[in-house]
């Protein structure tokens, strides 16, 4: 089991990083090449909502992205700590825009939805440190890159 672990500077121009990596790593863990594009994006979203809500509850952490090779799937984890994620819903936190500007809620909820139409295995946690989205896509050893 291979694991990459990426953290960054919540702001909003190190999401487009995070993106980049998140395809690297999943295209040489296996993952179809015609899956990409919805790894990029998925991660995309995720990383946006970590880095709205730091800057939002003016937390200092750096977001965290895990992305996993196992035998038969890719995950990736994008976790905040943001204190307000304990005991809220999912989609409940406000978002960022690339100014850094605070976005409705409803901006939030969308990104969760994106997420949810283009990863079939997702999951939304929070705790009293802060939530975490997994995601994950099958792999298979004939798209692996060497």
């Known amino acids: 089991m291979a ?5 960054f500077s919540a702001l909003p121009e190190h999401v487009r990083t995070a993106r980049l990596v998140a395809a690297a790593v999943a295209r ?18 995720a990383c946006t909502r970590a880095v709205g809500l730091h800057l939002s509850n003016g937390v200092e952490a750096p ?12 995950s990736i984890e994008v976790g905040d700590e943001s204190p307000t994620s304990a005991g809220l819903a999912p989609g409940s936190h406000p978002d960022v825009d690339d100014a850094g500007a605070a976005e409705p809620e409803g901006e939030d909820e969308m990104g969760l939805a994106v997420i949810s139409g283009l990863v ?12 975490v989205i997994r995601m994950s896509w099958p792999t298979s050893p004939q798209n692996l890159v060497p």
Do not use: P, W
Not at 67 to 74: M, S, V
């Open 3 to 7: 694991t990459v672990e990426l953290r």
């Open 28 to 45: 040489r863990a296996g993952v179809d090449e015609a899956v990409l594009d919805e790894v990029r994006l998925a991660v995309g979203e």
């Open 63 to 74: 977001v965290r992205v895990v992305l996993t090779e196992e035998e038969k799937k890719f």
């Open 120 to 131: 079939d295995d997702v999951e939304v946690t929070s705790s009293e440190t802060g939530g």
